[in-house]
């Protein structure tokens, strides 16, 4: 079957893909797939470990398996409430009332989502009109770039110094008229910067003058060393009928394939939110809901072992690194080391690619949590078995250029 005209009077066969995307421009088309999620299965065809994707290589809690094989066997197997079990909102209203010292209430401000990520694009879709700024950080977890464009935002980058810390002025100088959000991630991927109270004063005072909404993402806010605190923007005075907080039990749990998440909000912008999430996935997995409810019931010692844990692992990361010439620090929080490589003499990409195929380790290249820039950079995970990370830090020792 052939169509008549298919634009400047060709004719072109109905089914060709190209034909419609040529003349049909997508909104897919201003973003390219994630960087991170494309080492993974490059690591996949070369066998190689994955230090790139933040998932773990080591099993969750055996109370969260158990209840979730529970909860199928008991039928909790059809849609839950599109916005969250009811039990699930209630064991989380009261997890964060204790650890972040916020109060929600779980009939009108929480949101249970699938993962972060669609807690993240929920929440922009909800309070973002095309052509409305959104202020982001850089650098800045790899979602946020496409999360802005499918929204219809138009970002605009505002970057940490080299220490991560905040420069005022340019912070000031980012945010307009039309700045209708600012997305926030503490603690921090790619960086493992915990911003403080005073950073996150200042930032507050800046939503508040701007009349603006924080998005905070603190999917890793149990996972912080060295006494550094983790604090909820939400918490700050001024900032409750301004601020949706995200979190997820991806990381916490060592759950990252159940796809469970949240957004915490005042009434104004929850009502929003579920609006956009019940037409994007209807609801986060029914079963898999209810085996959150037993990891919320986990002890206080569950969180401090797990930081103690991830403690561990840097340290075993941060040495192999260090020995074979990348220069690093040792991050204040969240499971990543972000690493300079200028001295490897290779661009971010070609060395991520080197490292996959000569070694066997694949990293993230630091260009992918950049609007522009990033090549001096590649970013390893720690969230990998103890045995998994020594390897990985083995094989690095083979590389060509290693600086040992
Ligand atoms: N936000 C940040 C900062 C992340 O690092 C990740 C995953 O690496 C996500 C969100 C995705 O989380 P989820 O699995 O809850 O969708």
């Known amino acids: 079957m052939q169509r008549k005209s298919a634009g400047k009077g060709k004719t072109l066969p109905a089914h060709s893909p190209g034909a419609f995307f040529s003349t049909h421009p997508s909104r897919a088309d201003t973003f390219t797939e994630s960087v991170i999620r494309e080492m993974t299965r490059l690591a996949l065809n070369h066998n190689a470990i994955n230090l790139a994707q933040g998932f773990p290589d080591f099993p969750c809690p055996m109370e969260l398996k158990a209840a979730a094989c529970e909860a199928v066997k008991d039928d909790i197997n059809q849609y839950a409430i599109t916005w969250g079990a009811k039990d699930l909102r209630e064991a989380l209203a009261k997890r964060v009332k204790k650890f972040n010292g916020m ?82 991630n503490t603690p921090n991927n790619p960086t493992g910067k915990v911003f403080t109270k005073k950073e996150l004063s200042f930032i507050a005072d800046l939503c508040i003058d701007h009349n603006t909404v924080a998005i905070t993402d603190e999917i890793y806010e149990h996972i912080v060393y060295d006494g550094h605190k983790h604090i909820s923007i939400g918490s700050l005075p001024g900032m409750e009928d301004r601020t949706i907080t995200i979190g997820s039990f991806s990381k916490t749990y060592s759950v990252t394939g159940w796809r469970v998440g949240y957004a915490l909000a005042d009434t104004a912008l929850t009502d929003r939110i579920r609006k956009i999430h019940d037409f994007l996935t209807v609801g986060a997995p029914a079963p898999l809901q209810r085996a959150c409810v037993a990891a919320l019931e986990l002890p206080e010692s569950y969180y401090k072992g797990l930081a103690v844990e991830y403690d561990r692992k840097r340290q075993i990361l941060y040495k192999g690194l260090k020995k074979v010439g990348f220069a690093c620090d040792l991050p204040e929080g969240a499971y990543y080391i972000f690493t300079d490589i200028s001295s490897f003499g290779m661009s971010d990409t070609a060395f991520a690619r080197h490292l996959v195929e000569t070694a066997g380790v694949a990293a993230v290249p630091g260009s992918s949590f950049y609007h522009t820039g990033g090549e001096t950079k590649l970013r390893f995970t720690f969230s990998k078995k103890d045995e998994t990370l020594i390897e990985a830090c083995r094989r690095l020792e083979t590389i060509d250029g290693s600086r040992a």
Request: hydrophobic share 45%.
């Open 103 to 184: 109060d929600f209430n779980p009939e009108t401000e929480i949101t249970v989502t699938c993962g972060s990520t669609e807690a993240m694009m929920a929440s922009m879709l909800a309070i973002i009109q095309p052509g409305d700024e959104v202020v982001v950080p850089e650098p800045f977890y790899e979602n946020y770039g496409p999360d802005a464009q499918i929204s219809g935002a138009a970002p605009r980058f505002v970057p940490l110094a080299d220490d991560f810390s905040i420069d005022e002025e340019a912070w000031k100088a980012a945010f307009t008229k039309k700045t209708r959000a600012i997305i926030i």
